[in-house]
């Protein structure tokens, strides 16, 4: 028998939980409406059992009374919200995607798209009257699914967010995170539209360092500074300024509002430009960020204390060499290190040579406890339709399925590279592809052994339709 919640009387059948905080008595669930088999998240504040306050509780009522004002395409939708003998639920549209917390790496220009559509979230938020300020922006409350080389981006989790002027409680200013948490937060001070951006700016060099949310005092120097440009010696130098602006101690030096931040990041590259030495980003000085606490000499806590500093280089992707070999079948280690992969439907030991959308797919695969990331450095894509016509790309599409059986692929979602310039091709014509990324939320119960990789080639005019090239790694 499942130990999970019966909710079927509020008209929800739980699935699985998706994540939990048992110490504040929350949990989160993946649900499915019975009325129309719609997939919901429902979290769950557990007042009653968790010893939490009623401060906390209200803040879950509040929450719900947000969300119902927001319509935002980036922001789940708000669609329900019922009392339990044990607590209070929230209902919230389900999207398919992963916390950036929850995925390893991204490069800067994904970075920016990142920062960009954040951005664009928070003007919505700002502009509205009264004003709403997240208070808990961090890379667990902002998912992301990749479409290729497009990201989608979603704000998640307004348990803590701020209307107008309202006064913070002393109860609830630590609700946000240490590392996050602008210094006005912190001390209980008065929250202005650039506290949100102290903490994207955070969340941005965690993830441009590769820096966990838990690990990031690990960036602090003995000073309690953070020193941006010595973790990222390799961007640009104006956006490393704009990051600085953004995580500024002093609430008068950060960018007033999400719109004049944005405005001023449009512009700017973020990687390093061929003729910007670090010798010249290093002769101005270098601004830190005086660490919150250690600014006002009380104790520093445990999340603070330093340890080794990471940095991290930019470079650009390799280049693919011409006519590659394909690699062998080499199994993944328990390490998560990439695994090479090549298939083509244009070889002749290809078990489908009858397929009249013909598809050559080079790169790396890695499996994670949680999702499967697929980088394709190069995919060659070939017309070979029976009636010789021409016809144009549509999309490209990479899932998990079982082997034998490719349409029955729906209990894995999928990640799609939608292309935007629709590419005729002739009869007998390619068009290449480089640098597709992938990546695929997974069950901890998925049998691997039983799994291949499967990659859709969708064509057509108005219509479309798709053939598959499968591919069968040694898991």
């Not at 999207?95 to 994904?110: D, I, T």
Request: with cysteine.
């Amino acid at each position: 028998m499942s130990n999970f919640p019966d909710f079927c009387a509020h008209g929800y059948r739980v699935e699985r939980e998706l994540g939990q905080n048992y110490a504040g008595g929350r949990v989160t669930y993946l649900a499915t409406d019975i009325r129309n088999e719609v997939s919901v998240v429902i979290k769950q504040f557990q007042f009653a059992q968790s010893g939490s306050n009623w401060s906390d509780y209200k803040a879950y009522e509040k929450e719900a009374e947000i969300l119902k004002q927001l319509h935002h395409p980036n922001i789940p939708r708000y669609l329900d919200s019922f009392e339990t003998p044990a607590g209070f639920c929230l209902v919230q549209e389900y999207k398919k995607a992963l916390s950036l917390a929850k995925q390893q790496y991204f490069n800067p220009a994904e970075v920016k798209q990142i920062a960009l559509a954040v951005l664009q979230i928070l003007v919505y938020l700002q502009q509205r009257n009264p004003t709403v300020i997240h208070r808990d922006i961090k890379p667990e409350n902002i998912l992301v699914n990749r479409f290729g080389q497009q990201i989608k981006v979603y704000l998640v989790d307004f348990g803590f967010a701020q209307i107008g002027a309202s006064e913070v409680t002393a109860s609830s200013v630590i609700k946000g995170t240490l590392g996050f948490m602008p210094p006005e937060q912190l001390f209980n001070r008065q929250l202005t539209q650039a506290s949100d951006l102290y903490s994207l700016g955070m969340t941005l060099i965690a993830l441009l360092t590769q820096t966990k949310s838990s690990d990031i005092g690990q960036l602090i120097d003995e000073n309690y500074r953070l020193k941006v440009k010595q973790h990222l010696p390799g961007l640009n130098h104006k956006f490393v300024g704009w990051l600085e602006k953004m995580v500024s101690q002093k609430l008068e030096n950060r960018f007033p509002n999400a719109a004049i931040a944005l405005k001023a990041l449009k512009p700017i590259p973020i990687t390093q430009l061929k003729n910007q030495s670090l010798t010249t980003q290093r002769a101005g000085a270098i601004v830190g960020v005086i660490v919150l606490l250690g600014l006002v000499g009380i104790q520093i806590p445990r999340f603070f204390i330093k340890s080794s500093p990471s940095q991290v280089l930019v470079t650009p992707a390799p280049e693919l060499k011409s006519q590659p070999s394909p690699p062998s079948q080499p199994k993944s280690t328990s390490n998560s290190q990439p695994v090479p992969f090549y298939v083509s439907s244009l070889d002749s030991s290809y078990p489908h040579p009858d397929m009249e959308m013909k598809g050559t797919f080079e790169g790396e695969y890695r499996v994670l406890p949680e999702y499967v990331e697929v980088i394709v450095k190069k995919a060659t894509i070939s017309n070979h339709l029976l009636n010789k016509k021409i016809t144009y790309l549509r999309s490209l599409k990479f899932f998990l399925s079982y082997y034998g059986t490719p349409q029955k692929w729906e209990k894995f979602p999928d990640s799609r590279f939608e292309i935007l310039q629709k590419n005729r091709l002739n009869y007998g014509e390619s068009y290449t592809f480089t640098n597709i990324r992938f990546v695929i939320p997974k069950s901890s119960s998925t049998e691997l052994s039983k799994i291949q990789m499967s990659f859709g080639i969708e064509h057509g005019f108005k219509g479309s339709g798709w053939h598959y090239v499968i591919y069968r790694p040694n898991w």
